[in-house]
C-alpha cells in the first residue's frame, strides 16, 4: 500500500464518518459543523486528484458561504434546532432502506464496470491546470456559454433570495 | 495510486448519506444539508473522471465548477424560503409545512 492510498483511506473515513455525523446528529449547530468537516474532507480529495482549483473554491465557496448560511439559517429558525420531539420521522426505516439499497447498487455498477480498476496517468510535463480551467471557461469554443448561463443564474438565485425573505411591514 | 473505483465507492458512500439525510430529517434545513452532501459527492465524481480520463479535457472541472453555482444558488433560495416560511407559520419542520397538500 503506498503512502497516497493510506491518506486516501484516512481521508475517506472521515468524510464519510462525519457525513453520516450531518444526518443523524440531533443538533442542527452541530450538524452544520459536521458539514464543515466533510467539506474540508472533500477539499482534500480534490488536491489528491490534482484538481487544486477545486479545492480552493471547495473552502471559499463551501465552507466560507454555504456552511456560514446554514448556521445563520439555523440560527434565524432557533426555536426547532433543538426541538424536543424526533429528528427523524417515523418512516425512518425506508429512507435507510432506499440509502443503503442504492449505496450497494452503485458499488455493484462501480466494481462491475472494467475501467474502474484503472490507474491514472501522469500528468503530462508542464501541464497548467487552472490555465486550462480558465482558457476553457473563456474560450468561445469551449464553456463560455455554460459559464454565462451560470453567472445569469446566480444573480436570479441573489433577487430571488431577497425578494423571498424580504420582511414586508 | 490510487484506482479510480475507490473515488467513485468514496462519491457512492456520500451521496448514499446525504439521500438518506434528504429522506428523513424533519428539520427542513437538515433536508437542505443532506442535498449539500449529494452534489459534493457528483462534483467528487466529476473531478475524478477529469483526472483518470484525458486531463487536457477539462471539461470535468468546468461542470464541477456548474454545480458550485448551482449549490450557492439553491441554498440561498432554499434557506431563504425556509426563513420565510418559519416568519410566516413559525415552524421549520418539513411535515407541517403542508399549506399546498391537496
Known sequence: MTAEQIVFLIVALVTLGSAFMVVTTRNLIHAALWLVATLFGVAVVYALLNAGFLAVVQVVVYIGAIAILFIFAVMLTRKDARDSGPQTHKNWWVGALLA????????????????????????????????QLGEALTSPNAYVLPFEVASVLLLAALVGAVYVAFNRK | MVPLSWYLILSAGLFSIGLFGVLTRRNAVAILLGVELMLNSVNVNLAAFWRYGDVTQMAGQVFAIIVFAVAAAEVAVGLALVISVYRKRNTVIADDIDLMKW
Open chain 1, 100 to 131: 443503503v439499497a442504492s449505496y450497494l447498487g452503485l458499488s455493484a455498477l462501480v466494481l462491475g464496470w472494467s475501467g474502474s480498476s484503472k490507474a491514472a496517468a501522469g500528468l503530462p510535463s508542464g501541464f497548467d491546470a487552472v490555465g
